[in-house]
């Protein structure tokens, strides 16, 4: 076999029209990830990408937009707990989950501003 994967570039969450405000605010204002530009041919889709960590983020407008409710990227995130209590503090529901914690791993669930499921978690 001579090809091989390398990883993943970036995951794409759908969101409704006219997203862009919102998307923001959630993903860079609370999630503190930084906006990156779209390339100036897809910029009139509308959306908005974000970087996280080595990976990107991309929000992409759909029309008849129905969120993510089961299938969803997870996020590795160093120092969970802190991050957790952070998003309490700022009134956004977290969803816990200890279904991995045989494997050492603590995780969580939340929606995004569209009902896009987002888990988080860390190997401890």
């Not at 997203?19 to 906006?35: D, H, S």
């Not at 995130?77 to 802190?82: F, H, K, N, Y």
């Not at 009134?91 to 501003?113: C, G, T």
Request: hydrophobic residues 40%.
């Amino acid at each position: 076999m001579s090809y091989s994967f390398s990883g993943i570039d970036h995951v794409q969450l759908a969101a409704p029209e006219g997203c862009e405000a919102e998307a923001r605010y959630f993903f860079t204002g609370l999630l503190g990830w930084k906006e990156i530009d779209k390339p100036d041919m897809l910029k009139q889709r509308g959306g908005v990408w974000f970087q996280c960590g080595a990976h990107q983020v991309h929000i992409g407008v759909q029309k008849d937009f129905t969120p993510a409710t089961k299938a969803h990227p997870a996020f590795l995130v160093r120092q969970l707990s802190e991050f957790r209590d952070y998003l309490l503090i700022h009134n956004v529901e977290v969803i816990d989950d200890d279904a991995r914690k045989d494997e050492k791993v603590q995780r969580f669930y939340l929606n995004d501003p569209f009902g896009n499921r987002l888990e988080f978690m860390e190997y401890i």
